[in-house]
């Protein structure tokens, strides 16, 4: 009992200095990590989002010819928000595949896949009217 007090008497340290010292580190890590978590995230939803609504605009042409141009125009209007370096490091590219020729062809499933850079791809599909 006594060595117990002799030790906790020539104990000078902070115990607020201690906890930062040893949990700073720890918690500067986690938040890093959360940060990239919470950005890889909203990349994931961005580029769902714009699939859906590249494909959304492809099937709602009023014709064919229409049809890709219009799907065309989501992305660009979604490039035009974006900042420079984001254009150039995240290129963002449209490819759309039809279950069966002709795609306005009524039942028919059309499937748009971006790309955004290298590690992203999202896919949305969509079925043209029946009674087009």
């Not at 006594?2 to 902070?14: D, E, H, M, N």
């Not at 918690?27 to 961005?46: G, N, P, S």
């Amino acid at each position: 009992m006594r060595v117990t007090r002799v030790i906790f008497k020539k104990s000078s340290g902070s115990a607020i200095a201690e906890f930062l010292i040893f949990t700073l580190p720890f918690f500067t890590a986690f938040l890093i990590i959360l940060t990239h978590v919470q950005y890889k995230a909203m990349t994931i939803i961005e580029s769902n989002n714009l699939a859906r609504q590249a494909v959304r605009a492809f099937v709602t042409s009023p014709n064919d010819n229409l049809a890709l141009t219009r799907a065309n125009q989501v992305i660009d209007i979604y490039r035009s928000t974006l900042s420079s370096s984001a254009k150039a490091s995240r290129p963002i590219s449209l490819e759309i595949t039809c279950q069966r020729n002709p795609c306005f062809s009524p039942g028919n499933r059309v499937t748009a896949t971006i790309k955004v850079g290298d590690s992203q791809k999202a896919n949305a599909s969509e079925f043209v009217d029946l009674w087009r």
